[in-house]
């Protein structure tokens, strides 16, 4: 009775802390999945796949900064990090209603991350950043053309996760 018992409580502990990695990790791997209601968080920021399917950057939790446009185009929606080097919205049917469009970008080994800064933003091994909100914490309507220190800001967000990617 006693190895049930703890046999039962070990599985519930992988479940809880397998569902706490998913609904408040800052960090996307290949295979990951954001379910209806999981984000990816970094206080203030949160990149959530709503139930009405759109996929939303928020700051404080009510102010959007970034959408995938997906709102109403399906129900069951999930963003899935896939192995090819994609990032994809899929209904519960399985149709795609959005795409990263990096496809086969990736080198091997990728992954997306909630950055301090506001950004959402998909990085290779090599730390090459190959897809991005570039929201830097600001909503479009306040977002500039990119100009010498935004391309700086994204040199200096790829070096922190290339440091990051190769810690222990």
């Not at 990790?25 to 959530?48: K, N």
């Not at 080097?85 to 049917?93: C, K, L, R």
């Not at 991350?113 to 309507?141: K, L, P």
């Amino acid at each position: 009775m006693k190895l049930c018992t703890k046999l039962a409580v070990a599985v519930v502990l992988i479940a809880l802390i397998t569902n706490a990695r998913c609904q408040a990790a800052d960090v996307m791997e290949e295979g990951d999945t954001l379910r209806e209601g999981q984000a990816l968080v970094q206080d203030p920021y949160s990149f959530i796949m709503q139930s009405d399917c759109n996929l939303v950057l928020y700051k404080y939790g009510n102010q959007p900064l970034w959408a995938s446009g997906t709102d109403g185009r399906g129900t069951g929606c999930v963003f899935t990090l896939q192995y090819d080097g994609n990032a994809v919205v899929y209904t519960g049917a399985r149709n795609d209603v959005y795409s990263a469009n990096t496809y086969g970008r990736n080198d091997g080994s990728h992954f997306i991350i909630m950055q301090r800064d506001g950004n959402v933003v998909m990085y290779n091994s090599h730390g090459n950043a190959i897809w991005a909100t570039g929201t830097y914490g600001r909503a479009f309507s306040q977002l500039k053309p990119l100009d010498a220190s935004a391309l700086q800001r994204l040199r200096h967000a790829n070096e922190s996760a290339g440091a990051r990617a190769s810690q222990p």
